[in-house]
């Protein structure tokens, strides 16, 4: 999570937030990855981990649809910009299937 919030923080600083739309998304999804990030590093509840890959999962959308039909009007093609687009990509797909494997996982009760 640490590494697209990286990632997408760079691309913001560098010329994204120049973009409609997306720049300001870049910002906001930077800020929540980050914060998800400390907060379930820190020991946040369970549920931040599910939130974390429905973000992650958000992002991956945006990012297809970025190289397919577009954005609000903006496109990207191919792995454009390196290495950003691919260390965003698979960090997002690494914390998806962590979130979704901690959702399959039993609740304990607390005690």
Known sequence: MAASAIAHARLYLHGYRFIPVVGPGFLVLTAVLGALAILILVGGPAW????????????????????????????????????????????????????????????????
Do not use: C, D, K, N
């Open 48 to 111: 931040m981990r599910a939130a974390a890959a429905i973000v992650s999962a958000g992002a991956l959308v945006a990012f297809l649809l970025s190289r397919t039909i577009g954005l609000f009007g903006f496109a990207e093609h191919g792995w454009q910009p390196q290495p950003y687009a691919v260390v965003s990509v698979v960090a997002e797909v690494v914390v998806m299937a962590l979130g979704f494997m901690a959702l399959r996982r039993p609740l304990r009760s607390p005690r």
